[in-house]
T-cell receptor, first 113, second 118 residues
Framework: LAKTTQPISMDSYEGQEVNITCSHN???????ITWYQQFPSQGPRFIIQ???TKVTNEVASLFIPADRKSSTLSLPRVSLSDTAVYYC??????????????FGSGTRLSIRP | DAGVIQSPRHEVTEMGQEVTLRCKPI?????LFWYRQTMMRGLELLIY????????DSGMPEDRFSAKMPNASFSTLKIQPSEPRDSAVYFC????????????????FGAGSRLTVL
């Protein structure tokens, strides 16, 4: 079971870069790292996924060190609309255990003007 | 595709009444999940299906909760009888078990059903 640990909350200001780190010491060889974003009154939605090194898309970057025991979600130049809860999940396909798809408490990110 | 569709979006009922929540997954997805979210407990996995078969229901709180998936395009979560502590937002999510390109598949969530039991 690849348990994840994230900060409960973070604060930042508009225009800043925000980095949220997730620890997953027991990550397995076949596991991928996936981040979700949840706004109030909505379901979580996919942001980014990676296996190793660095992944970048139009929304964020994901940095994964060589040992893969942690990962960092980087949000460049945040705006007020990035205020949300961010979840880090570790798992593989096909899902062999329900424990692979358990959401932790997430990181509540608050962006101020 | 219209995404994962849940109904009703809001439900207010009285204690003891039966509640049925519905979910239509994305066409072609072979995994379906039911989650419950509250401020106190966060997102809890209740049950998930693969190819319409329940794989793990260990998260279902008690016998008052039941879930079915009679076909690939429809699932229900039923609470009978409902209690005030069941008040929460219930999410349905679906995903495809395998992709040709590899990588772990991501969950697509519905908008949720907000249940209030008085």
């Amino acid at each position: 079971l690849a348990k994840t640990t994230q900060p409960i909350s973070m604060d930042s200001y508009e225009g800043q870069e925000v980095n949220i780190t997730c620890s997953h010491n027991n990550i397995a060889t076949n596991d991928y790292i996936t981040w979700y974003q949840q706004f109030p009154s909505q379901g979580p939605r996919f942001i980014i996924q990676g296996y190793k090194t660095k992944v970048t898309n139009e929304v964020a970057s994901l940095f994964i060190p060589a040992d893969r025991k942690s990962s960092t979600l980087s949000l460049p130049r945040v705006s007020l609309s990035d205020t949300a809860v961010y979840y880090c999940l570790v798992g593989d396909i096909p899902y062999s255990s329900a424990s692979k798809i358990i959401f932790g408490s997430g990181t509540r990110l608050s962006i101020r003007p | 595709d219209a995404g994962v569709i849940q109904s009703p979006r809001h439900e207010v009922t009285e204690m003891g009444q039966e509640v049925t929540l519905r979910c239509k997954p994305i066409s072609g997805h072979d995994y379906l999940f039911w989650y419950r979210q509250t401020m106190m407990r966060g997102l809890e996995l209740l049950i998930y299906f693969n190819n319409n078969v329940p794989i793990d229901d260990s998260g279902m709180p008690e016998d008052r909760f039941s879930a079915k998936m009679p076909n690939a395009s429809f699932s229900t979560l039923k609470i009978q009888p409902s209690e005030p502590r069941d008040s929460a937002v219930y999410f349905c999510a679906s995903t495809l078990g395998r992709t040709p390109a590899g990588g772990a598949n991501v969950l697509t969530f519905g908008a949720g059903s907000r249940l209030t039991v008085l």
